[in-house]
């Protein structure tokens, strides 16, 4: 299975805010959680993850790639869920999931249309493929991203604040989601929610103010508090 290395990475914004200050981490496959409050640097060290933002220094392994200086071997080895997956209203999620297959380069239509189908029963929207995004619930919307996120068989999964405006029903459904994707990959879960990180990761971090506080366990970490 693939492990991911984050040695010493830092990042400052043009604005003076130390977002990440040498950020150490590794972080082996299944469900690891980056536990912070708002503003200690989640999103900043999720979006570089996802190559969409370049760190000051350090660099960042995932297996054999190099994160930072491979970014579209990166990308089509990355599935990324940010915290408000956008959609296009009018489009129903069948529709919606083969175009973004086809972007992938499934070229064959047959093909296209058979993994559509195991991603949607994957993420429970099969009955309700033909309706359009523009009507479904906050946690429908974040089960098409992540069916979308599965799209290139990822060996990182970020997932970025996934359950903030979820009602609790939609919570445990998407969590469960979560928990069945694969052994061998990564799933990287940032959260403020302790509950998110403590019921379903087997590792986890506290970031603060930019800083790795702690790495443990989660019932650990949470009697060290
Ligand atoms: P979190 O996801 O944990 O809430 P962020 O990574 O969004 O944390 O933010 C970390 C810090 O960096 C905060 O102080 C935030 O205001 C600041 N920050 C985030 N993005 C930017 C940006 N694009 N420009 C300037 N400051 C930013
Ligand atoms: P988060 O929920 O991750 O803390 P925010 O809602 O604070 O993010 O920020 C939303 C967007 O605004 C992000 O793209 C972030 O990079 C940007 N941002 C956050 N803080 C600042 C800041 N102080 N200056 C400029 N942009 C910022």
Redesign the pocket.
């Known amino acids: 299975p693939v492990e991911l290395q984050i040695r010493h990475v830092s990042?400052t914004?043009?604005?003076g805010?130390?977002?990440?200050k040498d950020v150490s981490l590794t972080i082996p496959a299944g469900m690891y959680g980056l536990l912070?409050?708002?503003?200690?640097?989640?999103?900043?060290?999720?979006?570089i993850l996802a190559t969409l933002q370049d760190p000051d220094a350090g660099s960042i392994m995932l297996g054999d790639i190099d994160v930072v200086a491979q970014k579209d071997k990166t990308r089509r080895t990355l599935g990324y869920l940010p915290q408000e997956f956008g959609v296009y209203p009018k489009a129903s999620a069948e529709d919606l999931l083969e175009h973004f297959a086809l972007l992938k380069g499934v070229a064959s239509r047959t093909e296209r249309r058979a993994l559509v189908e195991v991603l949607l029963r994957q993420v429970n929207l099969w009955d309700v493929r033909k309706q359009r995004l523009g009507g479904y619930s906050g946690g429908m919307r974040q089960r098409f991203g992540v069916a979308v996120a599965l799209l290139g068989n990822p060996k990182l999964m970020i997932v970025?604040?996934p359950t903030a405006g979820l009602d609790p029903a939609e919570r445990v459904r998407f969590l469960n989601l979560l928990s069945e994707l694969g052994e061998n990959s990564v799933v990287l879960l940032?959260t403020?929610i302790v509950e998110d990180v403590s019921e379903l990761c087997t590792r986890m971090a506290i970031?603060d103010?930019?800083e790795i506080l702690l790495e443990a366990e989660p019932l650990r970490a949470v009697s060290e508090l």
């Open positions: 990042k914004y043009a604005n805010v130390q977002a990440l912070g409050a708002n503003g200690a640097g989640k999103s900043t060290l999720m979006r970025d604040e940032s403020h970031i103010r930019g």
